[in-house]
């Protein structure tokens, strides 16, 4: 668990912190309080609505008390409140529960290689998609999220991934006429 | 057979590359020559929704051209968002794309305006102008107009408290009649209470239901109601009336101003004077085939056939007229 | 009896023999195109009118109604099993089918959904066919400062399903309602969170959200924390309901369509928020409470029905007014324009066969989908049985079809990642994703209808109390705030 790994650091931190500088203290004061980070984006969500409603041109015919500014102002204004409300409820001790599942073993410490190879497997499926056409970057998207996720099976996975791949292509791309891109080789056969 | 474990990778790795790689081109089965008026692989872009106005076009006119033997496959997609715009940006970048064309219409012109796009229809190879569809303004049977007179006078009074329905956002057809009228009637376009619905189907609830004064909409989706006696139509907004509705043009009622929706299509920039008219061969040859006449009389469209510079010319006045209206309105 | 004779004379068309197959046909083609991610029954409609061409319109539109209510079954089927809701109606399906299916119960989720979508249609359908003219008379009396006071109930609603933490639900609500601010405002078209990108101006679209909450983010979530121990698949379980989950099902079952079938048949009613309110209603009405958003039989069982239920109410407006009020509405519009065909008031006069027929086989294809679907729940189910890497890898790859195969940009998926990153980080800090979810499909429709109904009374206040309708709803919402207080002050009798 990883809440409780940084806690104990916290504490052992906050212990040397007091006889040592402020600076280690400050430090490890933030490192079990990461959910601090949550009131931040929020506040920076709030402080962006609020900008994005305030600079907006109301030129256009407006009626009554509620015009396009209205409700993103209200929105921005409860993002902020919001934020503030919840940092003081993290300073005072509050901890969200992170959810728990059938799969999910909290007790491990956060495996973020494994989240960052899937995030960057499926963004460049975003950016390969287009260039390279559907079989090829949605097969890579199968078989790289499955090596994220711990399948070493190199003489299997790729065949997996490039038939389902490809049959998802037929299925979309000819039965069903959503397009989708076939690549490379489609104009040259 | 057994392959030994140190081939099995590369062996399966290899057998992958080829499934992608040559599976779908084999898939897909060959589109043909370039015979007659057939274009292999020709694509249509619809910049809406499926079940919209462009998208019902556009699947007409595919499936008439292809009834007619006039083309093999013509394949229909849609691409929708900001008013058609999304579409017309993708098509402006398809640049000397001869297989590629977008049904579109009025809407697009305004959504050009009111999104700020990038692209613009100018940018745009034009095809032809397919159909018309006039506007009618309606109320509600129970309501209190008797006719459009009334109704005007009432409007130029207190334009606020008598609430406009449509079934455009702003910049879109049934949101730039009623403001072309106001004009001509001589009341502030700014002071024009207009209320947006999704699609002309909200918009016949909120008349029906007497929640707006009066409605402004395509003909073609109320002339049950009409039949019905639930709607009563107040005036036409064409040059003409209408063969079998009974009601005035905006003109005889005093309005100098004549208001017609359309549906065209356009191609990407940048063809070759070959491509442009070959693909307007093939849609005056649709628009000829009894197929097509069929489905407009089937819809109750109005045939409005114009292609190519001529079409071009009355993009850039319609451009003009809607850059008009909407600059009044601060859009 | 009028109605009910006609509908025999139904029954007689759609039960002939070529009839029943383009019913059966419609079942199978929808159901197998509803299971496909990112495609649900509005698509799949439309994916398959060209194929009715060639048909005469009775056989089509008997095929039509199978495809409908087909892909509904499908759909739910996606958003129970992987967690990708293919259209708004499945979304509250996965908050608790999903749950349920990850931990063996898939077959049941599956069945109480199936069952649910039968109970729904079938008593929709019956209120259809004797309801249709008197609901359609009320219907279009229901406007903006209506719907609004609806809204208002129903942000009232989402306050029970903000989990242990309100502060940290009321931060997920807000997310929700910023995401739904994103878009063209619908009244004047001004420009909001945009960022001057054209594909944000039509809004992200709510399936997108969901899916990335859901599916990606849990994806991610899982990743950070697999359980790395030998794999064991997950469990399948007993392939019926038993006893006991029956007596937890049938009132649901029965109570989504009183909340679905009014919400089909008004013109902005949909299906989002009758099956929202028909869970949070399941959640104040069941004895297990504690089980929702761990898997609550109830929480399938209500909203499905619900989202059949709304789907026969969509009819009633659609054939007796000419007024679609789903997209899946607006296609079939145009399927029977196709045919030379305009619904409205004379449609029942003009057509009968043709109606009566449409709504027997209505009926047919509800039988079908039950007698396909009850036995596949367990085949379904058995999915899940597949390795991890290879089920959450599927999960993604399928998400990433559904986004892209709906508007082929890119951009679509690279907000899903954002999303589904966003899911993560708030799985990680305890912030529940429904009232995410929620406040995406609240957020613009409510303000939508306050703007309206305040254009209408010219800007005046008022404008949101003229009606009935909103006064009751409005008193309903004060007696429902009052509650708690008024039970305090009046001691207990057992005091």
Not at chain 2, 17 to 39: E, K, N, R
Not at chain 2, 102 to 127: E, F, R
Not at chain 3, 243 to 267: D, H, Q, S, V
Request: glycine letters at 12%.
């Amino acid at each position: 668990m990883t809440d409780s790994h940084a806690d104990t650091n916290t504490d052992t931190a906050n212990n040397t912190a007091n006889k040592t500088d402020t600076g280690t203290g400050l430090r490890a004061f933030l490192r079990g309080r990461s959910e601090l980070g949550v009131c931040a984006l929020l506040l920076a969500i709030g402080v962006l609505v609020l900008t994005d409603a305030l600079t907006m041109d109301t030129d256009f015919a407006q009626r009554g008390p509620v015009g396009p500014r209205t409700v993103p102002i209200v929105v921005g204004v409860a993002l902020l409140v919001v934020a503030v409300l919840l940092a003081v409820d993290v300073l005072r001790g509050g901890k969200g529960e992170a959810e728990g599942g059938e799969d999910i073993d909290l007790a491990a410490p956060g495996d973020w290689r494994t989240v960052l190879l899937l995030a960057g497997v499926f963004l460049a499926n975003a950016f390969l998609i287009d260039p390279l056409g559907f079989p090829i970057s949605g097969a890579l998207l199968f078989w790289g999220s499955a090596y994220a996720l711990g399948s070493r099976a190199f003489h299997r996975d790729p065949l997996i991934a490039a038939v389902l791949s490809t049959v998802t292509f037929f299925v979309f791309d000819r039965l069903l006429a959503v397009p989708l891109p076939g690549g490379p080789l489609m104009e040259v056969l | 057979m057994r392959l030994s474990p140190r081939l099995r990778t590369p062996l399966a790795l290899l057998s992958a590359a080829l499934i992608v790689l040559l599976g779908p081109p084999l898939l897909s089965s060959g589109s043909g020559s370039a015979t007659g008026t057939h274009i292999p692989g020709l694509r249509l872009m619809v910049p809406n929704t499926p079940g919209g106005g462009y998208d019902i076009t556009a699947r007409t006119a595919a499936k008439s051209a292809e009834d007619a033997d006039l083309s093999r496959n013509i394949e229909v997609f849609n691409l929708p968002g900001a008013g058609g715009t999304v579409g017309l940006s993708r098509l402006v970048a398809e640049r000397g794309n001869g297989k590629l064309a977008m049904s579109m219409g009025l809407g697009v012109v305004g959504a050009v305006h009111t999104n700020h796009a990038p692209s613009t229809l100018a940018d745009t190879t034009p095809i032809a102008r397919l159909t018309q569809e006039p506007d009618i303004v309606v109320v509600a049977k129970g309501s209190k107009y008797r006719n459009f007179d009334q109704l005007v006078a009432d409007w130029r009074n207190k334009p606020g408290s008598l609430p406009v329905g449509g079934g455009s956002s702003p910049g879109g057809p049934d949101h730039l009649a009623p403001m072309l009228m106001a004009k001509a009637a001589g009341i502030a376009p700014k002071k024009v209470n207009y209320i947006p619905y999704d699609g002309g189907g909200e918009l016949l609830a909120s008349v029906l239901g007497g929640k707006v004064a009066f409605g402004v909409s395509g003909v073609g989706e109320y002339l049950d109601q009409i039949e019905a006696g639930e709607l009563r139509v107040l005036a036409v907004t064409s040059d003409k009336r209408l063969p079998g509705l009974d009601a005035p043009t905006l003109k005889e009622s005093g309005l100098d101003v004549s208001f017609t929706n359309w549906r065209g299509i356009v191609a990407p920039p940048g063809l070759t004077d070959a491509e442009r008219d070959k693909l307007i061969d093939l849609v005056t040859k649709m628009h000829a085939s009894k197929q097509w006449q069929e489905a407009v009389r089937r819809n109750r469209w109005t045939d409005a056939f114009m292609t190519g510079d001529e079409f071009g010319r009355f993009l850039t006045a319609q451009d003009k007229r809607v850059d008009t209206v909407l600059k009044e309105l601060g859009l | 009896m009028d109605s009910l004779s006609s509908l025999l004379d139904g029954f007689g068309t759609a039960l002939s023999p070529v009839n029943l197959l383009w019913a059966a046909v419609g079942v199978l083609l929808g159901t197998a195109i509803g299971v496909l991610p990112g495609i649900g029954p509005a698509m799949a409609v439309a994916l398959l009118l060209p194929v009715t061409y060639g048909l005469d319109p009775t056989a089509a539109f008997i095929m039509f109604a199978g495809i409908y209510y087909g892909g509904m079954f499908g759909g739910s089927t996606t958003s129970i099993l992987l967690n990708t809701p293919g259209e708004t109606a499945a979304v509250v399906a996965a908050m608790e089918g999903h749950p349920m299916a990850r931990s063996g119960r898939g077959a049941q989720a599956l069945a109480a959904a199936a069952i649910g979508h039968f109970a729904g249609g079938m008593i929709g359908t019956c209120l259809l066919v004797f309801l249709a003219p008197t609901v359609a008379d009320l219907a279009v009396d229901i406007g903006a400062p209506d719907y609004f006071a609806i809204m208002v109930l129903a942000f009232i609603a989402v306050t029970s399903v903000l989990g242990s933490s309100r502060i940290r639900g009321f931060a997920s609500l807000l997310i929700g309602l910023t995401i739904g601010l994103v878009g063209l405002d619908q009244m004047t078209g001004q420009q909001r969170l945009t960022f001057g990108s054209l594909q944000l101006a039509d809004g992200i679209d709510v399936v997108i959200v969901a899916v990335g909450l859901f599916a990606i983010g849990e994806a991610l979530w899982v990743a950070l924390h697999l359980r790395r121990r030998p794999d064991e698949p997950i469990p399948v379980g007993r392939p019926w309901l038993g006893k006991a989950e029956l007596r937890r099902t049938w009132k649901p079952w029965l109570r989504g369509p009183a909340i679905g079938f009014p919400f089909g048949a008004i013109p902005a009613g949909g299906a989002e928020i009758p099956t929202f309110l028909s869970y949070v209603t399941e959640k104040r009405l069941s004895k297990h409470r504690d089980e929702f958003g761990k898997g609550a039989i109830e929480g399938v069982a209500g909203p499905e029905s619900a989202a059949s239920a709304s789907a026969a109410g969509t009819l009633v407006s659609m054939l007796t007014l000419g007024l679609p009020t789903t997209a899946v509405a607006a296609v079939m519009l145009a399927a029977f324009q196709q045919y030379g065909i305009q619904p409205g008031p004379l449609l029942f006069e003009r057509e009968p066969d043709l109606v009566w027929g449409l709504i027997a086989s209505l009926f047919i294809a509800m039988v079908m989908l039950l007698v396909l679907n009850l036995p596949l729940a367990p085949v379904w189910a058995k999915l899940l049985r597949i390795p991890r890497p290879y089920l959450y890898a599927g999960i993604l790859f399928f998400a990433a079809v559904g986004a892209y195969a709906v508007g082929g940009e890119p951009l679509d998926l690279v907000i899903l990642l954002i999303i589904g990153l966003l899911g993560l980080l708030m799985r990680r800090y305890g912030l529940p994703v429904l009232p995410a979810v929620i406040g995406v499909i609240l957020g613009p429709g409510a303000e939508q209808q306050l703007r309206r109904a305040l254009q209408i009374s010219d800007g005046s206040m008022s404008g949101l109390v003229d009606t009935p309708f909103s006064v009751t709803v409005y008193v309903v919402i004060a007696l429902i705030l009052c509650w708690p207080l008024a039970k305090r002050l009046v001691p207990g009798r057992v005091r």
